[in-house]
């Protein structure tokens, strides 16, 4: 019989493997890197974001994410736009092209895990979130970045799943 702490780290296994198998698949269906696709999506929500916005919902640098916007722009699946109010600020606008690639690679993982976490009690979504910011402490994972090193991405490739992104 298994102890709480195995039959935890294989239920958090099964976990990271369903992970990694969508990014795999959303990575394929796209031609994306998961990091570029994390900030096509996040410049989607509102159809126009700023940089510093992105990264801050993100949990990145400013750095990291010009980057990507610098990838994703170069593919035509984004613009960048001055504001009129203020020159130096920038807008990151999501064009058609990045448009119509969302729409051709839904994340069928996010969506479903989305529909059903909201479903859950109000004290039950509290708990999960809970639970999984205790996972991450007990992990030392607080500050590993969604993002592989820019070293890492530079082929445009995604890291292999063994590499942990930090």
């Given at each position: 019989m298994l102890d709480r702490a195995s039959e935890t780290l294989i239920a958090l296994r099964r976990v990271m493997h369903a992970l990694d198998e969508n990014a795999r698949a959303m990575a394929r269906a796209s031609g994306l890197t998961q990091a570029q696709?994390?900030?096509?999506?996040?410049?989607?929500?509102?159809?126009?974001?700023?940089?510093?916005?992105?990264?801050?919902?993100?949990?990145?640098?400013?750095?990291?994410?010009?980057?990507?916007?610098?990838?994703?722009?170069?593919?035509?699946?984004?613009r960048r736009e001055r504001r009129h109010t203020d020159r130096r600020a920038i807008w990151v606008i999501l064009t058609d092209e990045g448009r119509a690639l969302l729409e051709r690679t839904p994340d069928f993982l996010h969506d479903r895990f989305e529909a059903r976490f909201r479903n859950l009690e109000e004290w039950e979504q509290a708990m999960v979130l809970a639970v999984t910011e205790r996972l991450s402490r007990l992990f030392d994972a607080e500050d590993v970045s969604l993002f592989p090193t820019p070293e890492a991405d530079l082929d445009g490739q995604t890291p292999a799943p063994d590499v942990i992104p930090r």
């Open positions: 696709l994390l900030v096509l999506h996040a410049v989607a929500r509102n159809g126009q974001e700023m940089p510093r916005d992105i990264a801050r919902a993100l949990g990145v640098g400013q750095a990291t994410i010009t980057l990507q916007i610098d990838k994703l722009e170069a593919r035509g699946l984004v």
